[in-house]
Nanobody, 114 residues
């Protein structure tokens, strides 16, 4: 069973930066699609960014230009560099992998303060 372990959340002031990491528990095969979702209190979980093994990426409009997703295929690890953070970026960030079924990490809290 593949597990995802996130790290890198925390508290940051508006305008600051954070970097999230997510490592899958296997490197026996390359996971084609890995990405980040987030869920703010009282809101639905939403896609933030996706990374595909061949290099494609996609982003939510709200983060495009501020966030960058990258990956290490050999380690099935993805990263999310978050710059120019805004108050509305506050949420629990979840790592996601698509393996024919969905695999989710436990989530990491990102809090942006004024």
């Amino acid at each position: 069973q593949v597990q995802l372990v996130e790290s890198g959340g925390g508290l940051v002031q508006a305008g600051g930066s954070l970097r999230l990491s997510c490592a899958a528990s296997t490197s026996a095969f390359i996971i084609d699609r890995m990405g980040w979702y987030r869920q703010a209190p009282g809101k639905q979980r939403e896609m933030v960014a996706n990374s595909y093994s061949e290099g494609d990426t996609d982003y939510a409009d709200s983060v495009r230009g501020r966030f960058t997703i990258s990956r290490d295929n050999g380690k099935n690890t993805i990263y999310l560099q978050m710059n120019s953070l805004k108050l509305e970026d506050t949420a629990v960030y979840f790592c996601h992998a698509k393996l024919g079924f969905d695999v989710w990490g436990q989530g990491t809290q990102v809090t942006v303060s004024s």
